[in-house]
């Protein structure tokens, strides 16, 4: 690989926001060219050696990695060889469900890195991580040196400078990098997937995606949150949290595969409510008293993305303000639209239009039917038993031990996990620079001008049973 030479951007190497020597516009130093790199390998479409049995290993027990365990269970094929957790009784407690289904998983706790002799085994395929985000970029990382595939939670990584060592680490070792993006096997999020790939909504224009969540009461919860590690997080001003809504558009768009995103620009408001409240709370609990004179992230941020093709992505994120949930799910084409929030009350999954009006429940479920993707088909209502978020957890674990026992390519690359989670670090830069534009890496090197786009088809492979 050719040898990347870093010219620190005045504002930018606080985030990890690092440019090789080349191209800086003179105009606020706001956009960064990067060297053209060498690819070492093209992970998008890579199919890895099939895996008969896929063999387990979790990193964070807490409420992500808890849900895990439970649900991967039911598929066969699957050994959970390890689980590993700070705190031991979480690690204690996962064999001990385990142990329910006929699993004898071998414990690693009581210490900060007790997780990398899980590593370290020779004998794991699969490194799942469910920890707090700042962990996610190293944990991957020294997972796949030691030649494991990784699936990560969400984002992926924290700065661009991860991002890249993600993908670099990926192409070198031919180790999938997943991130466990599990909004886009929700189901109307699937459906309108399938709907674009087959041409009903025409050329699409104009997505939207979003993170409102209400989850203000719980960032100062310290049972809830271990060392308040979210409320940390909440100490970066910008988008903290973007895939949830971008993963799904991203793929409509067939982002990294025939598209790519240029770049954004970002708006946060003033934080109205976290530093009042840490200082409410400092009051009467010591404690939060380091917080009582932070600064925390507006709580609302609204990041705007131009792509190469000249489509538009609006981004939202909100987890402080008392509102309904949303993750917005809008797509708008030349013949055609659909939005998810808010849920609609006639019990669809959510809106579709041909016009100026939504279709009625009778003609959604019309199009429904025809357009059902296959994985629903397949998985679908078992999905709804199992459970995890209304099922799009189980059926993203199943697609994805699938496709490794297979020998498929997934559904969600290294460059996905880079893209879209490097959105947060350049939205923190956007934000405290006038919300001035800046570029978005193309971490494909080019590639994505002929990468194919995600198969829905289920053509091959979807052969991985399910215990009831």
């Known amino acids: 690989m050719k040898k990347r030479e870093f010219l620190k951007v005045a504002g930018m190497s606080g985030l990890g926001i690092t440019a090789p020597a080349g191209v800086l516009t003179s105009d606020n130093k706001r956009h960064f060219v990067l060297e053209e790199r060498k690819q070492v390998f093209n992970m998008s479409g890579y199919a890895a050696p099939k895996l008969d049995t896929v063999r387990i290993g979790y ?30 009784d979480k690690a204690d407690g996962a064999k001990k469900e385990l142990e329910k289904s006929g699993q004898h998983p071998k414990t690693y706790s009581g210490s900060a890195d007790a997780w990398k002799k899980l590593c370290d085994r020779k004998d794991v395929d699969l490194i799942y991580i469910c920890t707090p985000w700042a962990l996610h970029a190293p944990m991957a990382l020294y997972a796949m040196e030691h030649g494991k595939h990784v699936a990560v939670e969400i ?3 924290l700065t661009v400078d991860e991002c890249w060592k993600l993908v670099e680490t990926s192409e070198k070792t031919k180790k999938h990098c997943m991130m466990l993006e599990n909004c886009c096997y929700d189901f109307f999020e699937l459906l309108t997937l399938n709907m674009a790939r087959q041409g009903f909504f025409g050329e699409i224009v104009h997505v939207e995606g979003a993170y409102i969540h209400d989850i203000f009461d719980s960032l100062f919860q310290k049972e809830k949150r271990f060392e308040l590690w979210r409320l940390k997080e909440n100490l ?67 990041t705007t993305i131009k792509t190469n093709k000249g489509k538009t992505i609006m981004l939202q994120h909100d987890v402080s303000s008392p509102r309904p949930y949303s993750r917005l799910h809008t797509v708008s084409g030349t013949k055609g639209a659909a939005q998810k929030y808010p849920l609609p009350e006639d019990g669809t999954q959510g809106r579709i239009s041909e016009g100026h009006e939504w279709l009625n429940a009778t003609e ?68 405290a620079n006038r919300s001035n534009s800046i570029d978005i890496p193309d971490f494909t090197n080019g590639a994505w001008k002929k990468n194919r786009p995600v198969d829905i088809t289920l053509n091959d492979g979807g052969n991985t049973g399910v215990k009831s």
């Open 59 to 88: 990193i964070g027990l807490g409420n992500r990695g808890s849900g895990a365990i439970k649900r991967i269970v039911h598929l066969e094929n699957i050994e959970v060889v390890g689980v590993a957790d700070i705190l031991p």
């Open 364 to 431: 959604f479920k019309k199009l429904e039917a025809k357009y059902q993707p296959e994985i629903i088909k397949r998985v679908g209502e078992l999905a709804k038993k199992v459970g995890g978020h209304g099922g799009m957890d189980f059926l993203m674990d199943w697609r994805l031990i699938d496709c490794l026992r297979n020998g498929l390519p997934l559904d969600q690359d290294v460059y996905d996990a880079a893209s879209w989670s490097v959105i947060s670090p350049l939205s923190e830069w956007s934000v």
């Open 155 to 157: 984002p992926a990584a």
């Open 236 to 302: 970066r001003n910008g988008n903290l949290y973007p895939t949830h809504g971008l993963g799904p558009v991203a793929q409509i768009l067939d982002i990294n595969r025939g598209d790519k995103m240029d770049y954004l620009v970002s708006m946060s408001c003033n934080d109205f409510m976290l530093q009042s409240k840490a200082r409410e709370l400092a009051a009467t609990n010591s404690y939060f008293n380091q917080y009582a004179q932070k600064s925390f992230r507006g709580n609302m941020n609204t």
